[in-house]
């Protein structure tokens, strides 16, 4: 019965960071619309195994739903190259390119450190223009059109003290996400980011469990709740549709109102 509804059918993504949290729930929405999924993970091979898991079983009696796990460090050039390729070799095609996996370091900008500074330009930009490139080249080899969806943050608008790295390499995903909107444009492949706002996931974990802030944090969101991972996952499977193929450039907020609320007192 769903099989008439899905959106994804035939289509096969690739997302990373998909052992926890957004892109866990990404990839399993994206099998519940049909797509087969790519599942890639750090560290957390357990991880990455419930997501498969769960993936195979949104698949359900359609067989056209397959899965597979693939370690591969984001941050690394190297690795990101053979998360395309070998998605490539295992099922012969790849049409949707997740970017999710993201690191964020906490310290006052004036102590600041080069290693922390360069994980996370790492993982959320270099990596990510590096993963586009190579999944851009295999769409020109086919000749296939593509769907690129890099999951950004508030933070590429919205300042975020004590955490300068991490904004600045969300600021820098939208100006890329605009840029090759145009260049791609005439390859058929489209490219939008999807920006949470507070969601319940492990890279807010401190958060969680601190009421004071957290606390504070509800209070500056309009729909007085912190987002789950399906909030989002739901927009990337729009994005990675059909019903998406004139969007392009441009970032789209799930937030639940947190980037535009300011109020005098
Ligand atoms: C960050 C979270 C933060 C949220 C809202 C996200 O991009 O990863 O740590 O709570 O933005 O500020």
């Not at 091979?45 to 796990?69: I, R, S």
């Not at 993982?123 to 059109?145: D, E, R, T, Y």
């Not at 590429?156 to 840029?179: D, I, Q, V, W």
């Not at 980011?193 to 500056?220: C, F, R, S, Y």
Request: charged share 15%.
């Amino acid at each position: 019965m769903r099989t008439k509804t899905m959106k994804l059918e035939g289509k096969v993504a690739l997302v990373t960071g998909s052992s926890q949290g957004i892109g866990q729930a990404i990839a399993i929405r994206l099998a519940q619309e049909g797509a087969s999924v790519v599942i890639n993970y750090r560290s957390h091979p357990e991880g990455a195994e419930a997501t498969l898991a769960q993936v195979k079983a949104a698949g359900g009696k359609c067989h056209m739903v397959d899965g597979f796990t693939l370690q591969g460090d984001t941050g690394s050039l190297a690795d990101v190259q053979r998360l395309v390729s070998e998605s490539v070799d295992h099922f012969g095609q790849l049409d949707i390119l997740v970017n999710n996996a993201g690191i964020e370091k906490n310290a006052d900008f004036w102590n600041v450190t080069e290693a922390d500074y360069d994980a996370v330009m790492n993982v959320n930009l270099k990596g990510i223009f590096f993963a586009i490139q190579a999944f851009v080249q295999h769409c020109m080899a086919v000749s296939h059109p593509g769907k690129v969806i890099n999951i950004s943050s508030v933070h590429e608008e919205l300042p975020f003290p004590h955490f300068a790295a991490y904004c600045a390499s969300k600021g820098a995903l939208k100006m890329l996400t605009r840029n090759l909107s145009v260049e791609l444009a005439p390859l058929g492949i489209t490219i939008n980011n999807v920006a949470p706002g507070a969601i319940e996931t492990p890279i807010n974990t401190k958060l969680l469990n601190d009421p004071t802030k957290l606390n504070a944090l509800l209070q500056n969101i309009p729909l007085k709740r912190l987002g789950q991972p399906a909030d989002v996952a739901a927009m990337v499977a729009f994005l990675a549709s059909a019903d998406a193929d004139y969007v392009t450039g441009t970032t789209l907020f799930v937030d639940g109102g947190l980037l535009w609320n300011y109020q005098e007192q």
